[in-house]
DNA sequence: TAGATTGTTAATCGATTAACAATC
DNA sequence: TAGATTGTTAATCGATTAACAATC
């Protein structure tokens, strides 16, 4: 797959939904689709799903199309989706174990490894993911051992500074983050993605004031 | 507040950062903030900062700033924390009972009144935030008596199109949405907020193959 | 070939940044 | 008053949309 620099993150973010939708069609039965007919469904702009697969390659047909299977495939490889990143999850709460199912289950591109806690209560019992939960005395020991490259935030803010900080000195440099850790904006080397619930939910909030009826108001997908 | 109409996506999305914030700056004992200070701890311009602000009106004073506590009250307003919308939790695996968790803690706006299932194994039992979680049969009736104008989502996908066609029945027209519901987009009229597990984390696997190293790309905390 | 649809360039639109007058 | 910092307008930048030549 041809791969270039500098594509923007407004396109990035856009690539999961195409893997998505077109894992759907493909799962349909639709082996063919047009970038008209894929933005209708999708809600999109034709010309905006063109310019953002030719970021990338030229995967259509002029005159026909795109062919669902190997457009699907061809993105996926633009993600990354057939590595196994090594992946801990810190923190197996209801969270933490909601996560660790979705990245055994959901997902390619990561592998998970080991599920840690400090809670005696859970530590040591299995989890959905078929992990059982270590101690996070631990961690330092599993992770010279096995060498995950990525780690999954599941835990409360007073735990995070000193948890990001023996992370990062075990050489974690990516991390998945479901809180408000402003801490990781002191590493200028780590990558970070995050999923705030408070902040999607306080944005929820703001458009139910302001659409107080029903008026529409659909978002992304 | 002053209210106007038209705020892009953009800006609102940058409020509930800027809440965060200045609820910790507050907590911290900042009193006292301009923009430029706090453009450059949030890694922001200060004219990004004034700009957002003055969307919604004029809330510093000139030649002096910003005061903390009065700024977050405003923000609180503006996304309308001060209101309690009734909302019920569809789906009570860990997912749905972390997610309740947070939504009976650590946020306003909301109020969370049910939690449902259909699982007869943790039906009738008591979750996090207090709740007995409710066979999802009794649905109808508990929302024609209590009348909730908001729903999470927090099911698997073959159970969507069933419930979402029950729900929006009973008059709900706002959904909180952990999976990908595109069923929804089949309703005009309703307000979607979606927090997508596995586009967030494809973007990260992304992320991961464009800088193997450690090569800083520091997103939005 | 004719029709369709891509890949790509050009035009438009919107969001961010810079600049500065207003004013505390 | 002088210095600082806002509110706001203007300039820039980037992302989206439209148009169309290339071509299957």
Known sequence: MPRRDGISMSVIRRMPRYYRYLSHLEQTGVTRISSKELSERMGLTASQIRQDLNCFGGFGQQGYGYIVSELRKE???ILGLQNTHKA?????GHLGQAVSAYLKFETKGFQLIGMFDNNPA???????????VTDVAQLEEFCQQHKPTMAVLCIPL????????????LGIRTF?????????RQYPDVTVESVHLSDSLMTLCYLMNENPGSAAKPLRF
């Open 88 to 92: 801990v999850v810190l923190g197996s």
């Open 122 to 132: 859970i530590i040591g019992t299995s989890t959905l993911c078929d992990l059982i």
């Open 176 to 184: 998945w983050n479901f809180s408000h850790f402003d801490i990781l």
């Open 158 to 169: 007073q735990a995070a500074a000193e948890l990001v900080e023996r992370l990062y000195g």
């Open 75 to 77: 993105i996926g490889n």
